[in-house]
């Protein structure tokens, strides 16, 4: 049986690992041109959304990225991006609660306070407990 060299082992794995990166480089530009069809795609059904005056799968209205009016808030976000100690008017001056009624953003802060999310500190002040 004949032995090989120790070079003959290297050149093989060398060539071995050649292929191996080609094959990888062919893969990633299938990859990427794949991508480029599928976002390609993605807008023409945008497109066609909007003239059919449909929702598209996230449930806005077409073309308009997911931000719409009159959808449910997330209180939880909301109180992430709360200060250590707030007041209902800072509650308020979160942009997509500038409208909403008192009564609203206080049944909130007492579901925050009932789940242990918030202490009142005062008569308007609260601490988060995070």
Known sequence: ???????????????????????????????????????RLKK??????????????????????GIHRGGRINWNSILEQMPKQFKASDVRGIRSLKDKRSSEIF???????EAGAVKRKDRGLYERAK
């Open 1 to 39: 049986m004949p032995r090989t060299s120790e070079s003959q082992f290297t050149s093989a794995f060398d060539q071995l690992q050649k292929q191996a990166r080609e094959l990888l480089a062919e893969l990633r530009n299938e990859i990427r041109s794949r991508e480029i069809d599928l976002e």
């Open 44 to 65: 023409e059904e945008s497109k066609l959304l909007a003239l059919a005056g449909q929702r598209g799968n996230n449930g806005a209205p077409a073309g308009s990225n």
């Open 107 to 113: 049944a909130a802060i007492t579901r925050w306070i």
